[in-house]
């Protein structure tokens, strides 16, 4: 069993959008854990947004910087542009 860290769904559009904010990156344990997740969200039908999203829901990831922070900014408008109008 695998649990994002956000699950938003949208009742009006259909759409659940499944959020992952990619953490430590850099650590390669953490990396590896996340390409197996990865692998796993693909073979239930849900696919990154970049692609349209899948028949079972809709991959979102952000990640925090080589340095450790994060991008509110970017995070912002990645909101903006996965759940634009």
């Given at each position: 069993?695998?649990f994002?860290?956000?699950?938003?769904?949208?009742?009006?559009?259909?759409?659940t959008?499944?959020?992952?904010?990619?953490g430590?990156?850099a650590?390669?344990?953490?990396?590896?854990r996340?390409?197996?997740?990865?692998?796993?969200?693909?073979?239930?039908?849900?696919?990154?947004?970049?692609?349209g999203?899948?028949?079972?829901?809709?991959?979102?990831t952000?990640?925090?910087?080589?340095?450790?922070?994060?991008?509110?900014?970017?995070?912002e408008?990645?909101?903006?542009?996965?759940?634009?109008?």
């Amino acid at each position: 069993m695998r649990f994002p860290d956000f699950i938003i769904e949208d009742v009006e559009s259909g759409i659940t959008v499944y959020w992952e904010h990619l953490g430590m990156m850099a650590d390669p344990y953490y990396r590896h854990r996340w390409e197996q997740k990865q692998r796993w969200y693909r073979d239930q039908g849900i696919v990154v947004w970049e692609k349209g999203g899948g028949p079972n829901g809709t991959l979102v990831t952000s990640q925090d910087s080589d340095r450790g922070g994060i991008d509110s900014g970017a995070i912002e408008r990645l909101i903006d542009e996965v759940f634009k109008p």
